[in-house]
């Protein structure tokens, strides 16, 4: 229907059929934004604004629609001015769905984030590296070469691998060779962890310090408006007084 960046001249009421509307973050991914139904409109803020859209409006099925514009929202309110509580209220649903997406988005666990985008092969690479990494492996692996040396070494001539167990020192170096990329593999999938949860405090961060700018005006606003108030008493104390 449009496209980010499209001239936002029309809005969209809907009649029939099914509409995503979305956006695309930083990461290039797409985000929903609403999925409006019948009666519902979208593109409303940049129709009014007569700026382009800043998001991504598409018809997931056969929908039927009508084109808005601002002089048809002029007439409509001047024949029918109650409509506009009910286009107030569309739009505070809105706004009320975009903060919730805010904040589900500047909370999101990157453990979670990193685990959707995990592919099967790097989930055995953590596997793989957190049971190499555990006692259970180091005492498991520790009984198994004493057993192996052991029945090598009672059975003397008889022994696949008699001393100094060259099968089985081949088997280590194979198994150091296989172990030491699947390790490095769950490693750089650490530091992408980490990355992107110092991502995420950075933009809490930076939402944190406009929410305290914002406290710091308001602040400011109120004591001004204390003092006002203020010199209003002192100057009825000093007409009184006179």
């Known amino acids: 229907i449009y496209k980010i960046g499209d001239p936002g001249g029309l809005a969209y009421v809907m ?10 973050d930083q990461d290039h991914q797409e985000v929903l934004i609403d999925e409006p139904t019948h009666g519902e409109f979208f593109g409303f803020a940049s129709m009014l604004e007569q700026t382009p859209h800043q998001t991504n409006a598409t018809a997931i099925e056969e929908t039927v629609c009508i084109e808005v514009d601002r002089q048809d929202i002029l007439v409509l309110l001047q024949r029918k ?19 919730q997406l805010v904040r589900l988005r500047a909370s999101r666990n990157p453990n979670e984030v990193i685990e959707e985008e995990a592919t099967f092969g790097e989930r055995i690479a953590d596997t793989v590296a957190r049971f190499g990494g555990s006692w259970t492996f180091i005492i498991a692996f520790a009984v198994a070469i004493l057993i192996y040396t052991g029945i090598n070494s009672t059975l003397h001539r008889s022994a696949w ?32 962890k980490d990355r992107l949860r110092g991502e995420l405090d950075y933009q809490v961060n930076r939402r944190s310090e406009s929410e305290i700018q914002g406290l710091a005006r308001k602040l400011n606003s109120l004591g001004d408006k204390i003092g006002d108030v203020e010199d209003l008493l ?3 104390q000093s007409g009184d007084g006179a």
């Open 161 to 192: 691998d008699p001393y100094p167990f060259i099968l089985l020192n081949l088997f280590l170096s194979m198994l150091a060779a296989i172990q030491a990329p699947v390790i490095m593999m769950s490693q750089n999938r650490q530091d992408t």
């Open 234 to 236: 002192r100057e009825k």
């Open 81 to 99: 001015p109650h409509a506009g509580m009910d286009m107030l209220s569309v739009l505070a649903r809105q706004f009320h769905a975009s903060q």
């Open 15 to 24: 009649l029939s059929g099914r509409v995503r509307v979305t956006t695309v």
